[in-house]
Each structure stands twice: as C-alpha cells, then as structure tokens.
C-alpha cells in the first residue's frame, strides 16, 4: 500500500491505530520511564560539565594535528585525569576541560608545555583558563526561570485558545514526561550535561508543543458537534484526530530528526565538529520523545481528564447503550434467520466508530465550492 492510500485510509477511518483506547498502557510505560529516570537521576547522578562542577579548560591554537588522544594522555599522566573532555574546535584548535581541583600554578605550566610539546606548536599557543562552578548554576537558574514563564504562558495560551484547560494539562504533562525522560536517558549513559543540553532541552519544548497543537487542533474540529449526535462518543472521535493526523506527525518529525541526525552522526562522528556533539544530542533524543508523547500521552491523557466531564460522561454512556441496543437487534435478526444486515454492519462500525467523517472534513464535491464570479467585460 503506498502512502498516499494508507493516509487516506487513516483519515475516511477505514483504518485505525487505537491510540486513546489503550491509553493505560501508554500510561504504565510512561510512569514507569519517569520512576526510572527519577531513580538514575538520584542514585546515580548526572554527569555534570566543568560549568557546573568547575574545572580548567586549556586551548591549543593551529595545531598540526588534530589527535585528541595525545591530549588525554597528558591529561591522564600529569594530573591523574583519564576521564578529561577533549573535543577538535575548527580544523586546527584542540579544547581540553578537566574537572580536576586545586591545579597549582607549577601544574598548570606543566601541563601547558605537554601539551605544547605533544602538538608541536608554541608554548604561547596553549592558553588555560579557570572556570568556576557559579557560572553553570546562573545558567542553570535562569533556565529554570526561563522554563516556569514558559510553562505559564502555555497553559494561559492553550486553555484560552481551546477554551478548555484539560487540553493544556494534558500537554503540559507531556512536556514533564519529554523533559524527565530525557534527563533519565543522559544518566543512563552517562552523557555529559552542560550549558548547551540545557538549550537544547528548552528547545526541544517548542517542538512537543507544536505536534501536540495540531492534534488537538483536529480534535477540536472533530468534536464541534459532539454533543448533537449518537453516533461516536469523545474517544472515538479523539482517536479518529489523531489517526487523521498521524501522516502528518510522522512527516513533520522525520523532517526535524534527519537534520539533527546529520550533525550528531556526520558532523561529530565524522567531521569531528565537537561542539556541535552536546546540542544535538539532546536535541535528537528529545525529538524522539516528543514525537511519541504527542501522539501516546498528550492526547489521550486530555481524554482521560476530559471524561471526568459529567456531561461528557453521560454522553459517552448514552452513545455506549444505544449502540449495545442495536447489537442485540441485530443478534436478535440473526436469530430469526435473517441474513440481510449490511446496513445494520455498516452503521455499528463506520457511523458509529468514525461517524464524525460525515460531518466535519468530509469532501462535499464541486457543487459545495464557491462560486466565481463572471468578471468578463461585457
């Protein structure tokens, strides 16, 4: 099946992925990835940059070579660090940051003229630098503040936009869920925090935000009517949003992983572009994540907080009882012998499950279009 056919196929409702039915499911994996990435973070800690933890940073300008294992091994032998960052910035200067403390003086100059020596370059070349654990934590509290106000307004914004604040807690929770995910995973493997993950996961942000709008755009049109009929209860026709959208979520993040992909895998790995490694590493994970939080926590959890609604309660039983009416009709026709049930089958699945295609985003034909006007001169 090409994809043309199976996205017309998810959005007439011919076929369906049950994202909002088997949202317990989602829910048990998604609490159980936030108590494990909870637990990594405290037992185990992050692994934190000299930003946040301090440390010296010594830079080695118009090197010959750009072999990052001769800096390490100094690092390893003089001052007892084997686990020193060494990253290539441009195509001829080498950053070494360590977070070894109470480097003297006479150390520091030890370590220069190593480095000086293993390069080939000037001693005047390799420069050090001191930097303090205060500068990663004004960082860090500004972030924090960054991402409150953030917070605020999307709630503010998507509760007045939807006129509905469920929708807004449900995406709210779905960015907790990215953003602690996230933070789990750099324990977990042991990647290094610095100023630059905490950019990329505020960015990330805008991302989540932004797949989990247009689904909840689409719920919104296909739930206007709601309300009016005896058709498809707000499940159903909440599933059928996301379906109806699904092509679109999957075009969209393959657009914006393969870039990020690009530079992680391409520029770092291959290029050695080492600077780049911190950004888009968090910034291709929390892609990930954000593209199926949209689609498996933040719309069906709006579901779930939405049927805490006693009107909408009382219509989803009302929809459930009269569709249990016309199964037991039917089972009773077959019962007499009956063999012509078409219509009955055809409305218990498709009316019933999906019937909100017939009222909103169905193609009505030529005859339905406006009208041009004649605007030839007479």
Not at 217 to 241: G, H, I, P, W
Request: with cysteine; proline share 2%.
């Amino acid at each position: 099946m090409s994809m043309y056919s199976f996205g017309n196929d998810l959005y007439t409702g011919r076929k369906s992925f049950d994202f909002v039915g088997k949202r317990k499911i989602w829910f048990s994996i998604a609490i159980v990835a936030i108590i494990a990435s909870v637990c990594l973070v405290i037992f185990k800690g992050l692994n934190l940059g000299i930003e946040f933890t301090g440390g010296s940073q010594f830079t080695i300008s118009s090197t010959q070579t750009t072999d990052q294992s001769l800096a390490s091994d100094i690092m390893s032998k003089d001052l007892g660090d084997s686990a020193a960052r060494v990253t290539q910035v441009g195509s001829s200067t080498i950053r070494v940051q360590t977070s070894a403390q109470g480097i003297s003086n006479e150390d520091t100059e030890k370590v220069r003229q190593a480095l000086a020596d293993a390069y080939d370059v000037d001693v005047a070349k390799v420069t050090s630098t001191f930097i303090g654990p205060s500068w990663g934590a004004d960082i860090f509290s500004k972030a924090i503040r960054g991402f409150i106000v953030f917070l605020v307004l999307v709630a503010v914004g998507l509760s007045l936009y939807f006129r509905s604040w469920r929708n807004a807690a449900g995406a709210i929770l779905a960015l907790f869920h990215d953003l602690i995910v996230t933070v789990g995973i750099y324990c977990l493997f042991g990647f290094e925090v610095t100023p630059s993950t905490v950019i990329g996961l505020l960015t990330i942000l805008g991302y989540s935000l932004y797949d989990t709008i247009v689904v909840f755009d689409k719920v919104r049109e296909n739930t206007t009517k709601l309300l009016a009929q005896r058709s498809y209860t707000f499940a159903e026709s909440t599933n059928l949003a996301v379906n109806q959208t699904l092509i679109r979520s999957i075009n969209t993040s393959v657009t914006s992983i393969l870039p990020v992909a690009s530079i992680l895998f391409i520029g770092v790995l291959v290029l050695g572009a080492g600077t780049l490694r911190d950004l888009a590493l968090v910034m291709f994970v929390g892609l990930l994540l954000s593209t199926m939080s949209s689609l498996f926590i933040a719309t069906p959890l709006a579901v779930q907080l939405a049927e805490l609604d006693p009107a909408l309660k009382k219509h989803t039983a009302l929809v459930l009882e009269l569709r249990a009416q016309r199964k037991a009709a039917r089972e009773a026709r077959i019962a007499a012998g009956e063999t012509d049930l078409g219509a009955d089958d055809e409305a218990d699945n498709l009316e019933a499950a999906h019937g909100v295609i017939r009222e909103v985003g169905h193609h009505q034909g030529i005859a339905a279009q406006p009208k041009r006007k004649n605007r030839r001169k007479r």
